[in-house]
DNA sequence: CGGTTGTTTGAACTGATTCAATCTGTGTGG
DNA sequence: CCACACAGATTGAATCAGTTCAAACAACCG
């Protein structure tokens, strides 16, 4: 337990446990908690890390979602990868392409890229562990491209919905929706007007009821054709 | 020296070569150049390895361009990344959730994971050569999302034209455009008409100028800012 | 209550798709 | 050298999905 802030007594967080909740061995964890970190509370809306900015920081989410997100040249943004509890961000090298923002509110842990490396690089079992994980982003990254380059609008908002659902390993069809409809804009490369659109369209095709913000998927086999939804690129 | 077939007296193809070019230094290309491999010839057009498919393999492009791909449900193609001379294709545990095809002729030097992996495991400096190659390719495919979300059709067929470029190492602003126009749609999520399209109106504005497959850029200045292309995501 | 953030709706517009036809260049076999 | 096949490029016309702009509405919060 290296965390650099006193722990208040109703707050259990530690990085052993979210990284054991990710799928790490006990042993694995055990060392990566070793590691100088801190935890840092991230709002939605407000910038938390700017693109350009060196990037030498570890984070794992321990609750809410973060978002990696670029501008292009002429402003519009796009949200190129979440990060959802019990998964985290790397350090790179150099400055890094991306910004940082929290979807909604987060607690996140923070560690040096100094202290981090070195412990990977000693145990074999751990890049392992790293390598997977990176290995299923690009995995989500490339599913991400097939969504934007070549999905109609319903499917992209619905494959958005549908990958959601399982990364915050929803059982029962029931689902807070944690995304503003601007956000889902963001992420599926259209604008907020027409999500709001896609949206009622779907409710009224009966694959989802919303009430404010909570999500029910009616006919989730459905839902799943209509995104044309496999999975298997989750599970990598 | 283990490569697995006889080496023709005009073929100057070695891993450690390729490496080399790549960025990676002599000793330890040395190291990955022990590595049981064999030189394949892909083709254009026809299918090089299927998705769904194991992928426990290494690759290391020596000339030509490979494609990554996936399909929708709908039978819709997107390219989602490309590996140009001096790239490779890292092994994947499971199936692959992408297929391999090659863009134009290829030669690909192949290896196989249960060979490659211990040797980047002992050697931490290999380790960290190829984290980076894949925080570069990460960075590449949030641009990636960046041009098929984000940016109109010119901006994307620019895009893709300019960071080729940069990729290729052209110097003089004189391409052999490597794409056939379907295949830029499949990159940037388009039809191949529009294409035709939009490249006939980049020769119309004067920011290229086409012979058959040729392509010069006549204003690389206006063509980046049409492109918003920022070169400094390859760098990584 | 006023301020802020997010959702919903309408009308006009436009960029890109679709479908279909034609054209061009290249390679192959007779 | 010609005929034929094939892959790719080009063009037109009709259509449509998604954007843009603007305004109104709802929910939340100090």
Redesign the pocket.
């Known amino acids: 337990m290296a965390s650099r802030r006193a722990r208040s007594p109703t707050e259990s967080v530690s990085l052993r446990e979210t990284l054991v909740s990710a799928g790490l061995e006990q042993r694995l964890a055990d060392l990566l908690d070793q590691m100088q970190h801190r935890v840092v509370y991230v709002e939605?809306?407000r910038p938390f890390r700017e693109q350009g900015a060196p990037r030498d920081e570890v984070m794992f989410v321990r609750s809410g979602i973060l978002s990696k997100y670029k501008s292009d040249a002429t402003g519009r943004r796009q949200i190129v990868a979440l990060r959802f509890p019990g998964e985290g961000i790397l350090p790179v090298e150099g400055p890094a392409q991306y910004g940082i923002q929290a979807i909604v509110r987060c607690e996140v842990l923070v560690g040096k890229a100094k202290d981090f490396n070195p412990i990977v690089e000693e145990n074999p079992e751990l890049q392992r562990f790293f390598w997977r994980l990176l290995q299923r982003n690009e995995s989500i990254g490339y599913e991400w491209l097939v969504n934007c380059g070549r999905r109609?609008?319903?499917a992209r908002v619905a494959h958005l919905l549908c990958e959601t659902a399982v990364r915050l390993h929803v059982g029962n069809g029931h689902m807070v929706n944690p995304f503003?409809?601007?956000q889902i804009a963001d992420i599926t490369?259209?604008?907020?007007?027409?999500v709001?659109?896609v949206?009622?369209d779907m409710e009224r095709q009966g694959l989802i009821k919303?009430k404010?913000?909570e999500i029910e998927f009616s006919d989730w086999d459905e839902m799943r054709r209509v995104a044309s939804f496999q999975p298997a690129y989750l599970q990598n």
Do not use: E, F, I
Request: net charge positive.
């Open positions: 939605p809306r109609d609008s319903t503003t409809q601007q490369g259209q604008t907020s007007v027409n709001n659109r949206l009622a919303r404010g913000r």
